[in-house]
């Protein structure tokens, strides 16, 4: 069983920054792309930032410039800092990651459970 667990949310004055963290942890193979989402009450979850397992990266454009998304392939996490928090980043941040527990195994699309951003204005 695969678990993805997510850390650094919380609540901070917007200009701020935070930097979550995810560890994919359990019987992994391999890990392609690893990202996180975010959700606020009545949207669909929505990409923030993406890297694949060779560090190729997407950005939501309204994260450009102020997010930094990145990875420690050893330690099989994915970290997102986010500089100069706006109101608007408000919302539960989800970990996603493409893996597979077996080299036998078809990848699949793992969640975490999410973190709460709260940036007031």
């Known amino acids: 069983q695969v678990q993805l667990v997510e850390s650094g949310g919380g609540l901070v004055q917007a200009g701020g920054s935070l930097r979550l963290s995810c560890t994919a942890s359990?019987?992994?193979?391999?890990?392609?792309?690893m990202g996180w989402f975010r959700q606020v009450p009545g949207q669909q979850r929505k990409l923030v930032a993406l890297i694949s397992a060779t560090d190729t990266t997407i950005y939501a454009d309204s994260v450009k410039g102020r997010f930094a998304i990145s990875r420690d392939n050893a330690k099989n996490t994915v970290y997102l800092q986010m500089n100069s928090l706006k109101p608007e980043d408000t919302g539960v941040y989800y970990c996603?990651?493409?893996?597979?527990?077996?080299?036998?195994?078809?990848?699949?699309?793992?969640w975490g459970q999410g973190t709460q951003v709260t940036v007031s204005s």
């Open positions: 359990g019987n992994i193979s391999r890990i392609n792309d």
């Open positions: 996603y990651a493409i893996l597979r527990q077996r080299p036998t195994m078809p990848f699949v699309n793992d």
